[in-house]
């Protein structure tokens, strides 16, 4: 399958433990995109990534979250500190390119509930 | 900022009918893409169907095809011999043609439920 990876695809956590969420992009993408979805909501964008940089975290909350995409491997969405709020489906999605009219490959998600 | 509006939280349509879809937007950019999406019980976002405002012409994937005005913002969707398998929630999308703001902003989704 070459599609966008995600795992885990459930995650628990206890309030105040560490998230850490896992994206592959499709093969040959560079591109990488988080996005939040809280239920019954649409999707909200958090972040924007190519290789070891960060290029749009205009919608990541300024506190307990980061992301990151390393030159090797994939990329992680970490949430410190978690609290009941941050129980939500996170998608990842992935694109050739940053151009507009390059699609956005999107993984399965990551349910994160935290007890 | 750009903003995108579903006004309607669910439609139904029977199998074989045909539905449209609403979506509305907002934006000062005179180039950027537009995108519908589905998203079936299983959470997958799927890509639909996908729109550049620079073209006239109104794009269509098989029984999906969209009505794009770009003087009054509207993007809507039909689906056209609607089968059950269509049935899901509905995201519509914008997205600039700048790399660097490269994000989708999405609507808030219409449920579509098709019935026998």
Not at chain 1, 24 to 50: A, C, D
Request: proline share 4%; glycine share 8%.
């Amino acid at each position: 399958n070459a599609g966008v990876m995600q795992n885990p695809r459930h995650l628990v956590r206890r309030r105040g433990q560490e998230a850490r969420l896992r994206c592959s992009p499709m093969k040959g993408h560079s591109h990488v995109y988080w996005y939040r979805q809280l239920p019954e909501e649409g999707l909200k964008f958090m972040v924007y990534l190519q290789k070891e940089n960060i290029i749009d975290e205009s919608g990541m909350p300024k506190e307990r979250f980061s992301a990151e995409f390393p030159k090797e491997g994939p990329s992680i969405l970490r949430i410190q500190q978690v609290v009941r709020g941050d129980s939500a489906a996170y998608f990842c999605a992935s694109s050739t390119g940053g151009q507009g009219g390059q699609p956005q490959h999107f993984g399965d998600g990551t349910r994160l509930s935290i007890l | 900022a750009q903003t995108v509006t579903q006004s309607q939280p669910e439609m139904s349509v029977q199998e074989a009918e045909t539905v449209t879809l609403s979506c509305t937007y907002d934006t000062s950019e005179s180039d950027y893409y537009l995108f519908w999406y589905k998203q079936p019980p299983s959470r997958q976002m799927i890509l639909v169907i996908r729109q550049e405002a620079y073209k006239q012409q109104n794009a269509t994937e098989n029984r999906f095809s969209v009505n794009f005005q770009k003087a009054a913002k509207s993007f809507s969707l039909k689906i056209s011999d609607s089968q059950l398998g269509d049935a899901a929630m509905y995201f519509c999308a914008y997205r600039s043609s700048d790399g660097t703001a490269s994000k989708l902003t999405f609507g808030t989704g219409t449920r579509l439920q098709v019935t026998l």
